[in-house]
């Protein structure tokens, strides 16, 4: 799945020489990608709060959010909506007794617990694991496909219409830097630091389970020895930690999966899937076009994000066809691999449920985006005026409380 042309073939993995300037450039070069980014977000977000009608915030079984005046809700209230309020009630008051909050894997919310516990700790949190998770990429990116290549990767990423999932109080930033941690460090032959950012990804999400494909992959291109293939144990070492805290707590150690049937999700075939994603976006169609309809007061909804999810989805089958001779298998079938949940796994009345936001962890595929970019200017601006189109949508639903991903 490598592509054939020389210049863009992966790089040996040999003695790298390393200029602290071009580092120091990079780096602020990467600053100044996030810090733009972020602002506009940030900025779309108090806007849209500030002046657009508010459906009611979601209420957290036992967890009230966060009292604060009028700068904290403008600014920073916004992004703890739907799942962060479940990741800070998890950060003080743990599991026990609530069944519902097993859906929430434990790592983020430690970390929320470790630095204080509050929304501007979390908005901290994952803005500060955004950048570092850029820089990792993008030295990915350079020496899988070209240094250009690089630089639209970090802009696709950056400026992806759901990429303010980054600075919420959701684990999306956690879990995209310990998984592009991991391909780094199986990529330097690291194995062991690798099965280590991987055996945590598996405690921020079930997708770090698929991080055994990059290890996987660097013990076979070296011939491992058959001891050295006991790092691949690692992986789940999160995922059953977890598991054996929730069987002490509730007697069932896979808990986690049994209250999915709370939001509906079940498993189906592929087609079922995508035959049912159709029907729903089609008849909710009228919701999205319809300003009243979109942002509805009262109870929010999530008849209309059918819609987006449909078109996401979308997004993520093109991107995997465009990935196929432009990344390394281990790449490709880990993005795969992600991508297949949502499809096998639907809700019932929004099948495609989240995938806008969970396309996010598929984040391999900004590679082979980022290639694309690289080689159109047109495809280029396109793709900006379509993200930020989309984006400033999605930013202001998400920060009135109406239901995005």
Request: charge should be positive; avoid cysteine.
């Amino acid at each position: 799945m490598s592509r054939a042309a020389p210049a863009l073939r992966p790089r040996a993995e040999g003695r790298r020489v390393r200029d602290p300037a071009l580092e120091i450039r990079s780096w602020g070069l990467l600053a100044a990608i996030v810090v733009l980014s972020r602002l506009l977000v940030f900025e779309e977000g108090a806007l849209a709060f500030l002046y657009l009608p508010h459906a009611w915030v979601q209420d957290v079984p036992g967890y009230l959010p966060p009292p604060g005046g009028f700068w904290f809700q403008t600014l920073l209230g916004p992004w703890a909506h739907w799942d962060g309020y479940w990741y800070l009630s998890i950060a003080h008051l743990g599991y026990a007794g609530r069944p519902l909050a097993t859906a929430f894997f434990p790592l983020y919310p430690l970390l929320l617990r470790a630095l204080g516990g509050t929304v501007l700790a979390g908005v901290l949190a994952s803005t500060v694991a955004f950048v570092v998770a850029l820089g990792i990429i993008h030295r990915l990116a350079a020496e899988v496909l070209s240094p250009r290549a690089a630089w639209f990767t970090v802009l696709a990423l950056a400026f992806f219409p759901t990429s303010f999932y980054f600075n919420a109080v959701y684990p999306e930033s956690l879990f995209l830097l310990l998984a592009a941690g991991t391909y780094l460090a199986a990529r330097r032959g690291r194995l062991g630091l690798a099965a280590g950012l991987a055996g945590l990804a598996s405690a921020t999400s079930i997708y770090g389970l698929f991080l055994a494909v990059p290890l996987a992959a660097a013990l076979w291109r070296r011939r491992a020895p058959a001891p050295l293939w006991l790092w691949l144990a690692l992986v789940p070492a999160g995922l059953l930690g977890y598991m054996a805290t929730l069987f002490e707590a509730f007697g069932n150690p896979i808990i986690f999966q049994s209250v999915q049937s709370n939001w509906g999700r079940a498993f189906a075939p592929l087609w079922v899937t995508v035959r049912e994603a159709v029907t729903q976006a089609v008849a909710n169609v009228p919701a999205v076009v319809s300003f009243p309809r979109l942002f509805a007061t009262g109870q929010p909804t999530d008849t209309a994000s059918n819609v987006w999810n449909l078109l996401f989805a979308a997004v993520a089958v093109w991107l995997l066809v465009l990935a196929i001779r432009r990344l390394p298998w281990e790449y490709w079938l880990f993005s795969l691999l992600v991508v297949a949940v949502p499809f096998s796994y639907p809700s019932a009345a929004v099948p495609l449920m989240s995938v806008p936001r969970l396309l996010l962890a598929a984040w391999p595929l900004f590679l082979a985006l980022g290639d694309r970019l690289a080689g159109s200017p047109t495809a280029l601006k396109a793709y900006l005026w379509l993200s930020g189109a989309a984006g400033l949508v999605l930013v202001a639903l998400f920060t009135t409380a109406h239901w995005v991903a």
